[in-house]
């Protein structure tokens, strides 16, 4: 396993509603980065999060936003759901240095939006 | 051209089968790579780095050819067990802290 934990596991909502998910960092790790991973897509990058500042950012509205903690926690806010929106959500936690370092990822929030 | 691209499958091969990926890449200052594996339902896991021309790791071999911005994965003596997703990635920033990924590429090993 790799210490990042994410809650919920799965998740219903409805159109217009708001929606919060929560990921654990791995211990000694100071970056998350959050995906969003549609049925037979591959993951697609949403935004990234050092010392609690967002570090980076793909392509999403800005109703998705986020927060890290001190704690290196974070979480991923969704406002005004709308369907395209249902996908499983990751969560990588990782070492920020100059050099490349591996992302573990958690094993995924599951949101259904009806 | 899309910034990460692999073939689409899905690859239907007997164990003990050889089976190539191919994945392209748009960004020509990407300096490292990476073969990712999904398992349905759950998270990816590394299965590769690539930093040069290539890496080996047992019966899985990655190489890397940059004047064409091509990447390949290759799994010699199929296993059963290697029935997943492959997905290839490129670094978005240098510390490889935001991932781009391909669609993947589906494998299914039969006995």
């Known amino acids: 396993e790799t210490g990042v934990t994410q809650s919920p596991t799965h998740l219903i909502k409805t159109r217009g509603q708001q929606v919060t998910l929560r990921c654990s960092s791995q211990?000694?790790?100071?970056?998350v980065s959050w995906y969003q991973q549609a049925l037979g897509q591959g993951p697609q990058f949403i935004f990234q999060y050092y010392r609690e500042e967002e570090n980076g950012r793909g392509n999403f509205p800005p109703r998705f936003s986020g927060l890290q903690f001190p704690n290196y926690s974070s979480e991923l806010n969704v406002n005004a759901l709308e369907l395209d929106d249902s996908a499983l959500y990751l969560c990588a936690s990782s070492f920020f240095s100059r050099e490349t370092d591996t992302q573990y990822f958690g094993p995924g929030t599951r949101l259904t939006v009806l | 051209r899309k910034e990460v691209e692999q073939d689409p499958g899905p690859f239907n091969v007997p164990e003990g089968a050889t089976v190539a990926f191919n994945c392209t890449y748009s960004?020509?200052?990407?300096?490292?790579f990476f073969w990712y594996r999904q398992d349905c339902r759950k998270e990816p896991k590394l299965l590769m780095s690539?930093?040069?021309s290539g890496n080996e790791d047992g019966r899985f071999t990655a190489q890397l050819n940059r004047a064409s911005q091509y990447i390949s994965l290759l799994i010699r003596d199929s296993k059963l067990s290697d029935s997943a997703t492959y997905l290839c990635?490129?670094?978005?920033?240098?510390?490889?802290?935001?991932?781009?990924f391909g669609k993947g590429t589906t494998l299914s090993v039969s006995s």
């Open positions: 211990s000694g790790h100071n970056t």
């Open positions: 690539v930093y040069s």
């Open positions: 990635v490129v670094p978005l920033n240098q510390a490889g802290t935001a991932l781009i």
């Open positions: 960004n020509s200052a990407s300096q490292s």
